[in-house]
């Protein structure tokens, strides 16, 4: 019996598919933080019903280096490297003055408590899905708009059902990503299987 049998029969996948997988699930993972950290900050949001200031900016922060280094790779040269720092170095420091507008003490007075919140949130999805239609990525996309149906769920839907819906659009986002991970593998002929038995 060969070795190619033998793996058949114990059913386990080659070493170059999992670590493949686990290559994508590497690259999958600032997405995955970044909306797990917005989830988080929304619960806390919707439970203590106290705007998180702090953590929204923090976040914003966070997304810009998310959205910098994910698309770092993908560009070619000093200048267009340059050009992507700036551009969203711009990008979300208009996000973080128009945060910090609305926290103005007389803005701020015109928002019950758990409202700002809930601005801050909205301008933190808008930038992100900003972010991601100027740099092509679905990824960043989703997260904003991921980040942008979490308001209306906050304000229209008790605690538990809520939860349920933030995670059903985590796992569509996550099956999206996986779906197109798969479409995008090449496919191997069944005659090529054949012969790589044979020999």
Known sequence: MSKIDVQRNVGTEPPSYRSGMAHFLWQQLPYIVALVLAIGGVAYTNVSHQPLVGYWEFLALAICVVCVVTKWPET????TQLRLIWTQALHWIAVLVTMNII???GVQQL????AT?????TLLALGTFLAGVSLLSLQ?????????????AISWL?????????GAVLL??????????????????P????SQVEA
């Open 111 to 114: 928002l019950p408590t758990p």
């Open 76 to 79: 070619q040269g000093k200048e």
């Open 172 to 189: 569509i986002g996550l099956g999206i990503t996986f779906w197109l991970r798969q479409d995008g593998r090449p496919r191997i002929a």
């Open 140 to 152: 960043i996309s989703f997260l904003g708009l991921a980040m942008g149906v979490a308001v209306p």
């Open 117 to 121: 919140g809930l601005v801050l949130l």
């Open 103 to 105: 926290l103005v003490s």
């Open 158 to 166: 008790k605690q538990s059902v809520f939860f349920f819906l933030l």
């Open 191 to 194: 005659s090529d299987t054949n």
